[in-house]
């Protein structure tokens, strides 16, 4: 065996009503001051409601101003908006967006870098303020994760910011958040947890650590994801999502995304894709690419997610995990072609080089991909 590692938030709470374990976080931390960031789509739906009310006790900053899936830019914007000395906590109370500059909030507020400074040398980094993340979607994970994705305008891209020191201290799974979800923001993030945790077990990075939390993501998000945009009242299936999701986040600790990911970097950057949707265009085409490289893992997840199937070929069981992904995306209405997304042929150059400079995930790929595999996908997408 290798060795490994998987970077894991500090405290777990998880469900119904788990938000109320606030105030144990308050209490722990000796928090006097308090900043939670959110977004006004979360905040308008009342998710901060409750957290508003327990924080009342203390000094409360709130930034809901944020732009989704923000810019280094945005995020150095709402930071140095942040006048407030002796912050003790940052909460971040939405999806990938809210926590991921939130995240970035609790290493860069009292330090002499900013967010700029990050993405040319992550290594720098250190916590200077305790994190407690609350997803209001589920599929980043980012409440699990060490990274920051931002969008980078300049090169129409985006780029994670990794350090170990970004990883939360505290975490609150409580599908309360997801209850009233719009089914088009859980169908889309739903399929990036199921991206996480299929390329999580198909990495070059993937581990014996990794593996439990990309299975078990796995099995709760391929049974669950379906049901959970089909009927939203549906709190089972929805529970699981938000576990899966986590789950998801922590393999990504431990292994790392792959292709679908770097692919997709770009569609996000110039096209403003959301990240699930444009990871879902990507997957199946992706997976059917690694297969050759990677059968026995699909094989293995197969295995894993559907036992019924343990009689066929490790050739038909990675068949067959790679069409109940599109099975996956068909049933939650994701269009897969790009046009419909305003992209033209005529942007395939830019694809393929900016594609191909998502070095920090494409080497984690079990196949290597030359820049004519790159064109080769995205020409899959039109
Ligand atoms: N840090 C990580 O490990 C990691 C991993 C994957 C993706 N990401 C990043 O996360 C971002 C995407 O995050 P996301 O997919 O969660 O979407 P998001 O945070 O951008 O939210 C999508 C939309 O849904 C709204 N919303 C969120 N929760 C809601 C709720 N409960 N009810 C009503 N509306 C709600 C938001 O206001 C927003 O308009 C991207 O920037 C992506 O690159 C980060
Ligand atoms: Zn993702």
Same mark, same amino acid.
């Given at each position: ?40 789509? +979360? !905040? ?20 809901? *101003? ?12 709402? #930071? ?6 002796? #912050? ?9 967006? +809210? ?15 900013? =967010? ?55 975490? #609150? ?41 990309? #299975? ?60 699930? =949707? ?24 197969? *295995? ?22 599109? *099975?996956? +995306? ?12 305003? =992209? ?15 070095? !920090? ?22």
């Amino acid at each position: 065996m290798k060795q490994c590692q998987l970077t894991i938030p500090g405290v777990v709470y998880a469900g119904p009503g788990s938000v109320e374990k606030i105030n144990e976080v308050l209490q722990r931390e000796k928090a006097q001051s308090v900043l939670l960031f959110t977004d006004k789509a +979360v !905040r308008g739906a009342g998710l901060t409601k409750r957290v508003e009310e327990i924080c009342s006790a203390v000094k409360l900053t709130v930034i809901d *101003d944020l732009a989704s899936e923000p810019s280094y830019q945005d995020v150095e914007r709402v #930071i140095d908006e942040v006048s407030v000395a002796n #912050i003790d906590l940052v909460i971040g109370v939405g999806g990938g967006s +809210v926590m991921d500059a939130a995240k970035l909030a609790s290493i860069v507020i009292g330090a002499d870098y900013g =967010v700029r400074d990050l993405l040319k040398d992550p290594t720098i980094a250190k916590k200077y303020i305790k994190s407690l993340m609350i997803p209001t979607t589920c599929g980043t994970g980012s409440e699990a994760t060490c990274n920051s994705i931002v969008a980078i305008p300049e090169e129409q891209s985006k780029q994670g910011i990794v350090n170990n020191c970004m990883i939360p201290d505290y975490v #609150i799974l409580d599908a309360e958040m997801i209850r009233h979800l719009p089914p088009k923001v859980l169908a889309a993030t739903g399929v990036d947890a199921l991206a996480h945790v299929v390329e999580c077990f198909t990495s070059n990075k993937a581990t014996i650590l990794s593996d439990t939390y990309a #299975i078990e993501g796995a099995k709760k998000i391929f049974h669950n994801i379906r049901e959970a945009y089909a009927d939203g009242d549906n709190m089972d299936a929805k529970t699981e999502m938000l576990i899966g999701a986590f789950y998801g986040g922590v393999a990504i600790t431990g292994s790392g995304t792959t292709a679908v990911h770097a692919l997709s970097y770009p569609l996000g950057g110039k096209y403003h894709i959301a990240h699930g =949707v444009s990871n879902a265009i990507l997957i199946a085409h992706v997976m059917e690419f690694n297969k050759d490289a990677c059968t026995e893992r699909l094989s293995a997840l197969c *295995d894993a997610v559907y036992p019924e199937k343990y009689a066929e070929t490790a050739d038909s069981k990675a068949d067959y995990i790679i069409s109940e992904i599109k *099975d996956v +995306v068909a049933k939650v209405h994701i269009p897969t072609k790009l046009d419909e997304f305003g =992209v033209k042929k005529e942007d395939l150059d830019f694809l393929v080089k900016a594609g191909s400079q998502q070095t !920090r995930l494409l080497v984690n790929n079990c196949k290597e991909l030359s820049l004519d595999d790159i064109r080769y996908l995205y020409e899959k997408l039109f």
